[in-house]
């Protein structure tokens, strides 16, 4: 599945920056991982893998399982969890978007697969 679509919504609608989308896609489709093993698979820094997953936990988007191994909440919650925040911080009048209902629903098969190998 390509999830270069889904990326971009992240960014534009929930105005996660590209390295955090990634992160996000990452760790929601293949499952927990640690910073080093996403700095591996992306192609980045530990540094900036650990940041982007402190910072989507702060988000509401992961829980860290340990100091560096993170893991997704199901995405149906996350992708309405990160665009209120989001609200909030931009100051907008939270409300269905359709588009970020559609990432929750895309990403919940590939979620659960990773999770019941």
């Known amino acids: 599945m390509d999830f270069s679509k889904i990326e971009n919504d992240l960014i534009s609608e929930i105005k996660l920056q590209p390295v955090q989308a990634k992160v996000y ?27 982007a997953s402190k910072d989507l936990m702060i ?5 860290d399982i340990t100091e560096s191994e993170f893991e997704a909440m199901h995405p149906r919650f996350t992708a309405v969890n990160m665009y209120r925040r989001m609200c909030e911080r931009e100051n907008i009048a939270f409300g269905r978007n359709k588009i970020v209902d559609n990432i929750g629903v895309i990403l919940e098969k590939p979620y659960d ?3 019941t190998k």
């Open 59 to 63: 988000l509401g988007a992961f829980i």
């Open 25 to 51: 896609l990452l760790i929601t489709c293949h499952g927990k991982m640690s910073a080093a093993k996403i700095a591996e698979k992306l192609d980045i820094s530990q540094g900036d893998a650990q940041k």
């Open 113 to 115: 697969d990773a999770r």
